[in-house]
């Protein structure tokens, strides 16, 4: 379900679309892992995989690119961090090898972006610092 318009920039932002989408898919995944990982890696996956948009759209709001830099850092962590999960839930047999190479290769599209916005960012506030 798509917004029908964009209020804060953040929401712009390709990087914030993307993580967006997977975390929806996230979410839908997690209705299958036994009711007993509630607390657990369930609950463990939904924080990690929702601190990558919450940083990135934390981020947008700070005033400085150097700002902005730190929180892509921390949403890049929380990626490697739900990276962590999956191969969990993968080493647990709650999610196929089909199902985990595919959020796999997702994963590594995504961290690839973050790492090339934060490169951006911090290339930006270089050249603007001079």
Do not use: C
Not at 38 to 65: F, H, P
Not at 78 to 85: Q, V, W
């Amino acid at each position: 379900m798509k917004q029908p318009y964009y209020t804060y920039a953040f929401e712009k932002l390709e990087i914030w679309q993307i993580a967006r989408e997977f975390k929806k898919k996230i979410y839908k995944l997690t209705k299958q892992f036994p009711k007993d990982e509630i607390y657990g890696l369930t609950s463990q996956i939904k924080r990690s995989v929702g601190s990558i948009t919450a940083n990135i759209a934390e981020g947008s709001a700070r005033s400085t690119d150097k700002d902005r830099a730190y929180f892509m850092t921390i949403s890049y962590s929380s990626g490697i961090e739900t990276l962590d999960h999956l191969i969990t839930a993968f080493d647990q047999e709650y999610i196929s090898e089909k199902e985990y190479t595919a959020l796999r290769i997702e994963m590594d599209k995504l961290l690839n972006k973050i790492n090339a916005y934060h490169t951006y960012l911090i290339e930006r506030d270089s050249r603007l610092s001079k």
